[in-house]
């Protein structure tokens, strides 16, 4: 089945420097995205209710973005297999923007967006936003 691009963005009442730390590091990312992550090299291993996912960490820039590659789906479609998370800070506002750019199947999409949500929500909780 084909999946679907979605972008989701969230307003984030923090600074760049700490939202990167919470998106880029094994301690960041276990306190709102996984209940635990381990690094090995460029591979990061999330763990949910004891099972792990593998994720190639395929690029990033400092206190801009992240972009993460699903390696159980290495041998899919390459456009398809990786989520972004991006720093975007409003030149007008000077808000703070999360967003999250991820593939769904078309019948799980719905559900993949609620759970960035429950996930960002948790984000927001930790740092205060």
Do not use: H
């Not at 306190?31 to 990033?60: M, S």
């Not at 992240?66 to 506002?93: G, M, P």
Request: glycine share 4%; aromatic share 12%.
């Amino acid at each position: 089945m084909d999946k679907e691009k979605f972008q989701r963005e969230y307003l984030i009442n923090a600074s760049k420097g700490i939202l990167y730390n919470c998106l880029s590091t094994p301690s960041g990312l276990s306190e709102w995205f996984a209940d635990d992550v381990n690094i090995r090299k460029d591979v990061y291993t999330f763990l949910w209710d004891g099972a792990g996912e593998d994720a190639r960490l395929l690029t990033k820039k400092r206190e801009e973005y992240v972009k993460f590659k699903w390696l159980e789906t290495e041998e899919d479609d390459d456009d398809k297999s990786f989520f972004e998370l991006r720093i975007k800070i409003d030149a007008l506002t000077g808000e703070t923007a999360l967003i999250v750019t991820d593939f769904a199947e078309e019948d799980e999409l719905e559900e993949s967006q609620l759970l960035w949500d429950s996930q960002v929500d948790k984000l927001k909780r930790i740092l205060g936003s």
